[in-house]
């Protein structure tokens, strides 16, 4: 974590709020840990108000490793002022120092990354839900949806993820908590869905068989953010309710969703691209998008593969707004 310079922002340190942003924690836990296990910062406004130094924020975040391994919260306020890392902290009394090690070592590896990554992960393995919703709604709006999504949220899930897959398939809810948050941030965030044109839609859902619909939250939710009419179906949608919605509605364009090889379905993909309506010599037809993973390594003619939301986004105001 890099750190302002000893003296705190503008000399007069930081604010509560600041550092819970910061680390991931929600204010009055950090005002909880203060009265309680005197980890709290000795400059105070004249109005009582705590200010932060780089110094105290070090010792929280210590603090904060060490509870999302499970330590309890005045056993890691003691280590944390004696200066220990996480991973060369003792167990408490009774656990071998083995245990220890291992406990420590269950934070999540982000690498280079926006510090708000920090924050968002170990609000996530404390499964602390007032701090995780202040963190998401807070980075997408400090930094628009897109950006929040490409350099914060996605680089977290996908750390999440990748523990998950290592750890013999342990922090599944944390997985399943942080997406249900995320899902629950990007409707509040995002503006009602706009109503456009006969056929200027946009139909977007996940293929039969595919349950994996956030990516498509965050698409119908900036899609929204511009103005762009949606029309959201969401998680594994049967091929026969897939065409009746295209038939029913028109839609400038249609996107599907496949996480996995498995699922991604080419006939279904290429039997929505020929759907055709409208008088007779004036018929059209959808662009079809095919989103995630699973169609990788799949050219389809006649369809577009965007590589991720910027791509798709672009592509879809071509189309929607041509």
Same mark, same amino acid.
């Given at each position: 974590?890099?750190?302002?310079?000893?003296?705190?922002?503008?000399?007069? !340190?930081?604010?509560?709020?600041?550092?819970?942003?910061?680390?991931?924690?929600?204010?009055?836990?950090?005002?909880?840990?203060?009265?309680?296990?005197? @980890?709290? $910062?000795?400059?105070?406004?004249?109005?009582?108000?705590?200010?932060?130094?780089?110094?105290?924020?070090?010792?929280?975040?210590?603090?904060?490793?060490?509870?999302?391994?499970?330590?309890?919260?005045?056993?890691?306020?003691r280590?944390?002022?004696?200066?220990?890392p996480?991973d060369?902290?003792?167990?408490?009394?009774?656990?071998?120092?083995?245990?220890?090690?291992?406990?420590?070592?269950?934070?999540?590896?982000?690498?280079? +990354?926006?510090?708000?990554?920090? !924050?968002?992960?170990r609000? =996530?393995?404390?499964?602390? #839900?007032?701090?995780?919703d202040?963190?998401?709604? #807070? &980075? @997408?709006a400090?930094h628009?949806?897109?950006?929040?999504?490409?350099?914060?949220?996605?680089?977290?899930?996908? =750390? +999440?993820?990748?523990?998950?897959e290592?750890?013999g398939?342990?922090?599944?809810?944390?997985?399943?908590?942080?997406?249900?948050?995320?899902?629950?941030?990007?409707?509040?965030?995002?503006?009602?869905?706009? =109503?456009?044109?006969?056929?200027?839609?946009t @139909?977007l859902?996940?293929?039969?068989?595919?349950?994996?619909?956030?990516?498509?939250? &965050?698409?119908? /939710?900036?899609?929204?953010?511009r103005?762009?009419?949606?029309?959201?179906?969401? =998680?594994?949608?049967?091929?026969? /309710?897939? &065409?009746?919605?295209?038939?029913?509605?028109?839609?400038?364009?249609?996107?599907?969703w #496949?996480q996995?090889?498995?699922?991604?379905s080419?006939?279904?993909?290429?039997? +929505?691209?020929?759907?055709?309506?409208? +008088?007779?010599?004036?018929?059209?037809? $959808?662009?079809?998008?095919?989103? !995630?993973?699973?169609? #990788?390594?799949?050219?389809?003619?006649?369809?577009?593969?965007?590589?991720?939301?910027?791509?798709?986004?672009?592509?879809?105001?071509? @189309?929607?707004r041509?």
């Open positions: 974590m890099t750190l302002p310079d000893e003296t705190g922002r503008r000399g007069g !340190g930081f604010t509560t709020g600041e550092v819970a942003r910061r680390l991931g924690v929600a204010p009055t836990t950090i005002r909880s840990w203060d009265r309680r296990y005197g @980890v709290g $910062p000795p400059l105070r406004t004249d109005g009582k108000h705590r200010r932060w130094t780089a110094a105290d924020i070090a010792l929280l975040e210590r603090m904060c490793a060490l509870t999302t391994t499970g330590m309890p919260p005045a056993e890691a306020a280590l944390a002022r004696e200066g220990l996480p060369a902290a003792s167990e408490p009394r009774g656990v071998r120092p083995e245990a220890a090690r291992s406990r420590a070592r269950t934070g999540l590896q982000l690498g280079a +990354v926006r510090q708000e990554c920090r !924050g968002l992960a609000a =996530a393995l404390r499964l602390d #839900a007032v701090a995780l202040e963190l998401l709604t #807070a &980075v @997408v400090d628009g949806l897109v950006a929040a999504w490409n350099e914060v949220i996605m680089p977290t899930l996908q =750390a +999440v993820g990748r523990k998950w290592s750890s398939e342990k922090y599944v809810e944390v997985e399943h908590f942080l997406s249900w948050h995320i899902t629950g941030v990007l409707r509040r965030c995002a503006p009602p869905a706009a =109503a456009g044109r006969s056929g200027a839609t @139909v859902a996940c293929v039969p068989g595919e349950n994996h619909s956030l990516p498509l939250d &965050v698409l119908a /939710a900036a899609l929204a953010e103005g762009l009419p949606v029309t959201m179906f969401g =998680a594994a949608l049967p091929a026969e /309710a897939l &065409v009746e919605a295209v038939r029913r509605t028109g839609p400038a364009a249609v996107c599907l #496949a996995s090889r498995t699922t991604a080419r006939p279904l993909a290429q039997h +929505v691209a020929a759907m055709e309506w409208g +008088v007779r010599g004036a018929r059209r037809a $959808p662009v079809v998008l095919t989103l !995630g993973p699973g169609w #990788a390594g799949r050219a389809l003619p006649g369809l577009l593969r965007p590589s991720g939301l910027t791509e798709a986004l672009a592509a879809l105001e071509t @189309v929607v041509g």
